[in-house]
């Protein structure tokens, strides 16, 4: 989705005022953890905490806001650059620098039910979404065929 600047203002004047902000989540680049409506809660947090398979919020340049896996981060010409995909995605997305970032991750709200991402079933996932890159082509795949159905 995109957002005009002043929009992450007010985000983050939220994220500083309160330490947590609660988004509607909108697409299925990250189907199954998290599905479309599910509404995401994400935390400010210390960037150096930062750990592989983390679902961080963050702001691209075209105005798009975009919550997902973070992967790594790599120094190109003395910037540190992190490197996040969407579980789904078959691609990684354009690399972002830590002013970026806005927050991470912490519970899902489906339905009646709250999914907190330090359980063991979503760390699980995130391991085994990371080690296995071919599963995001079949959990594509399915969604495609699942849409053409429709």
């Known amino acids: 989705m995109i957002f005009k600047e002043e929009v992450l203002h007010v985000l983050q004047h939220k994220l500083e005022s309160d330490s947590k902000i609660i988004l509607p989540s909108i697409g299925e680049s990250m189907f199954p953890f998290i599905k479309n409506g ?3 809660e994400f935390e400010l947090f210390d ?9 961080i919020l963050f702001w691209t340049k075209t105005g798009e806001l975009i919550a997902h ?11 540190l650059y992190y490197f ?11 690399p972002i620098e830590s002013s970026n ?6 519970f899902i709200k489906r339905k ?8 063991i ?15 995001s082509g079949i959990v594509r795949a399915y969604l495609n ?3 053409v159905s429709l």
């Open 38 to 40: 599910d509404l995401c």
């Open 47 to 55: 960037i150096d905490k930062l750990k592989k398979g983390d679902i």
């Open 69 to 79: 896996r973070y992967y790594c981060n790599k120094s190109r010409n003395n910037r």
């Open 84 to 94: 996040c995909k969407g579980d789904t995605n078959l691609a990684f997305d354009e």
């Open 101 to 106: 970032i806005i927050a991470r991750l912490t």
């Open 112 to 119: 009646e039910r709250n999914i907190n991402v330090n359980n």
């Open 121 to 135: 079933a979503a760390i699980t996932w995130g391991k085994i979404i990371i080690l296995i890159p071919k599963l």
């Open 145 to 147: 065929k699942r849409s």
